[in-house]
């Protein structure tokens, strides 16, 4: 198996590993890793740019997602608390 191959893999193991997690927000994963789904799906339409080829956002976050954002949004997205947004001020204070 190639890199390339290796590599494609875990990335659809962690698509689906944060599929199964849909209860952590985007805003832990930036708190705690810096980086999150949105991030996910904007490297993912940068990296096709470099490769030459077009992918819009929407396309990008579907594939994150694994449906289409608003809807994600809709079903599974809450309203950030007080204490995660103090959270990420003092992680993104810190970096």
Known sequence: MSNDAIEAAVFRRLLAHLDG?????NIELMTLAGFCRNCLSKWY????????ESV????????????????????????????????????????
């Open 21 to 25: 997690r849909k209860d952590v927000q």
């Open 45 to 52: 339409v940068a990296e096709a740019a470099e490769q030459g």
């Open 56 to 95: 819009d956002l929407d396309h990008a976050r579907e594939l994150v997602y694994g449906i289409p954002y608003a809807d994600w949004k809709a079903q599974f997205q809450t309203e950030a608390t007080p204490e995660q947004m103090a959270a990420f001020d003092a992680a993104n204070a810190s970096r």
